[in-house]
């Protein structure tokens, strides 16, 4: 697997790809060997027929859409880094098609239905908690404010330090995929809570250690990405509704859109590389608007 290693220290260092997206890479290629090496084969003498016969095992065992394009992105990056290395003289990924990508429109909940789940993450469980307890509801009261206001990706937010918000001016500096950094808004509200998460809570969390990330566990240290999902599900599960950290920044987009926001601004603020990916929340928002009209509509 020696391919692999180096081609993921390529994406790290040349490319300056996230550790979560070069161990996805990499998870890929480690699938795609096996089912080489069940072929005869190997990670550098494949051919087109073998990444056909490749894809047609992920559709036979129901993969999404989302996880053959990660794939199909793996084998061209890897492709292209056996050219750069002469290892390969032809790439057999060339023109290779990626399906479309969002068959399924991203999940976004209406305003409504966003404020519960504001609500009820403002809620301590059971009996009114203290100490430590308390600290770990305020702080995901908190998260999930902040990841509503400013639409961040659930990477992100675990990552911010406590350099990167600047209450005055009312924005933080997020630091997005490809080690690429921008400046996103925050509204009033997120910040009166961070405030006073800081202020009160994040002591008692952090305790005698020293951590310069915003948002720490009861050891001090950052909050993984799979412990924030389960808070978010878990708030979810409250109100009959099946969300992720990702939905809420579908929702971030949407209502900005819904809102009057125009692409350009909300491309920056999620930090898409191509608005192409930003275009798709005006599916999501027509498709938003048409339900409203069928329902309300005396002729529809």
Known sequence: MELVKGFLAYLSVEKGLSRNTTESYGRDLIFFDVFLRSKGKELNNFERSDITDYLDSLREKDRSITSICRFISSLKGFSKYLLIEEIVESDPTENLQSPKKWERLPKALSIEETMEVLSISNTPEGKVRKGGHQALD????????????????????????????????????????????????????????????????????????????????GRGM???????????????????????????????????????????????????????????????????????????????
């Open 222 to 300: 950052p909050m993984t990405r799979q412990r924030f999902w389960q808070t978010i599900r878990g708030y979810g599960k409250k109100i009959g509704l099946n969300i992720s950290p990702h939905t809420l920044r579908h929702s971030f987009a949407t209502h900005l859109l819904e809102g009057g926001a125009d692409l350009r601004s909300l491309q920056k603020m999620l930090g898409h590389s191509d608005i192409s990916t930003t275009q798709i929340y005006t599916k999501v928002t027509m498709d938003r608007i048409k339900k409203v009209y069928l329902e309300h509509h005396p002729r529809a």
């Open 138 to 217: 305020f702080r995901n009261s908190a998260m999930v404010e902040l990841l509503y206001s400013s639409g961040l990706r659930v990477s992100e937010l675990i990552n911010l330090k406590m350099e990167d918000i600047n209450f005055e001016a009312g924005f933080i500096r997020v630091l997005g995929k490809g080690s690429k950094e921008r400046i996103v808004p925050v509204n009033q509200r997120a910040i009166e809570r961070i405030k006073t998460y800081i202020r009160e809570f994040r002591k008692l969390l952090v305790k005698r250690r020293h951590s310069d990330y915003l948002f720490v566990t």
